[in-house]
């Protein structure tokens, strides 16, 4: 039988408004070398790791120009630097560690992000404490929307994923949260709250502090389907 033990956590934008950060530090990057790339574009690669987003970033430009690491190496440097001057909690984003803590719930933190921008952006929140499995889909074969990060923190945690449940702020994030057979629990950014490709999602919400007890019920009562 289905029970939940085990919330697994997105970092950038969902615990943290670092988005906008990282699209800022992308579009800069790449303007540096010639190449323009604008916030539309920046939002079709939002949850895949940096690697991966450079790629369709630059998959239209002359690839000759610049050398792909070092365009990674640029962006996570600037993307570090806006961070540790910028980012703030977004809301609920200690509450909802609280709620699942209290309970007994394993939690564990999945990112796209490198583990540098990881400890970053946990220290800058002081919610490092709360995790017992911090994972990057930077040791994976494949990022977001594959499901391998998701199932290789849920093996970490000696949780069957089916036991899990997942939250995301990024459509690639629940893409990978569904393949990955967890519940999925998408909270859009305001800009992307009437993207209907979100009812992918098990359950939607405006913020981390509309999570309650009845949702829990909702989303693991197997007399409900």
């Not at 017992?132 to 000696?158: D, M, N, Q, R, W």
């Amino acid at each position: 039988m289905k029970s939940l033990q085990a919330a697994i956590f997105d970092l950038d934008g969902l615990l943290i408004d670092s988005e906008p950060l990282w699209e800022e530090a992308e579009i800069n990057i790449f303007a540096r070398h010639g190449i323009q790339i604008t916030p539309e574009m920046c939002q079709k690669v939002k949850g895949y790791r940096v690697d991966e987003s450079i790629r369709f970033l630059s998959q239209n430009s002359p690839t000759n120009l610049f050398d792909p690491l070092s365009i990674e190496q640029q962006i996570i440097l600037e993307a570090k630097r806006l961070i540790a001057e910028k980012a703030k909690g977004l809301p609920g984003c200690v509450y909802i560690l609280h709620f699942f803590q209290s309970r007994g719930i394993t939690l564990a933190l999945a990112s796209s992000s490198p583990y540098d921008i990881i400890h970053l952006g946990l220290q800058k929140l002081n919610i490092h404490q709360h995790f017992k499995v911090i994972y990057s889909a930077t040791e994976e074969h494949y990022g977001k929307p594959h499901p391998g990060v998701f199932l290789t923190s849920a093996k970490k945690l000696g949780v069957e994923p089916t036991n899990c449940v997942v939250f995301e702020d990024a459509l690639n994030g629940i893409i990978a949260a569904k393949a990955a057979k967890m519940k999925a629990i998408a909270i859009p950014a305001q800009q992307n709250s009437l993207d209907l490709r979100f009812l992918l999602a098990d359950l939607i919400l405006p913020s981390l502090l509309h999570f309650k007890e009845h949702h829990i019920d909702l989303l693991f009562d197997e007399l409900a389907y």
